[in-house]
């Protein structure tokens, strides 16, 4: 019973960590995002050129979807739609001017956390904590 209310202690303390992340975040970049925008500019961010199929199935959601929030996001200048030389049916998604402000404000910001992490945290300390969240991220997948 222990290991299991302390398992449930680890899944709430990182749901904290994450809802306090994304408050503050969006607090300090200011970008009007909902939560889909929001992972498919990360994806497109951590992965340029990918297809809309691409990000559909690294979202886990269907292509229909994920075509909505692009058209939107392109509409708002966060991403172009860049047509493929060879296969004129097919696209990748690149960041557009929009997008690449919000690029550079999330660096700011991770910076901003990463200086806390350095600030208040050991490197040993942080070495131990990337290496259990690995494997908790391993196990999960």
């Known amino acids: 019973m222990k290991n299991k209310n302390l398992a449930e202690q680890i899944n709430q303390t990182i749901e904290d960590i994450w809802i306090i992340l994304e408050k503050k975040e969006r607090a300090y970049t200011n970008f009007k995002l909902n939560n889909q925008q929001y992972v498919l500019l990360t994806l497109v961010i951590r992965h340029p050129f990918s297809s809309p199929t691409e990000l559909a199935e690294q979202m886990e959601i269907t292509k229909s979807a ?70 908790l991220r391993e196990l999960l997948e």
């Not at 392109?74 to 998604?93: F, P, T």
């Not at 402000?101 to 350095?118: I, P």
């Open 66 to 135: 994920v075509s909505q929030q692009l058209a939107k996001l392109e509409k708002e200048g966060y991403i172009i739609r860049k047509q493929h030389v060879e296969d004129k049916r097919a696209y990748s998604i690149e960041l557009g001017e929009k997008g690449l402000l919000y690029k550079h404000e999330m660096n700011a910001f991770n910076q901003q956390v990463s200086e806390k992490y350095h600030a208040n945290l050991s490197p040993e300390e942080l070495t131990n904590m990337l290496s259990a969240l690995q494997k």
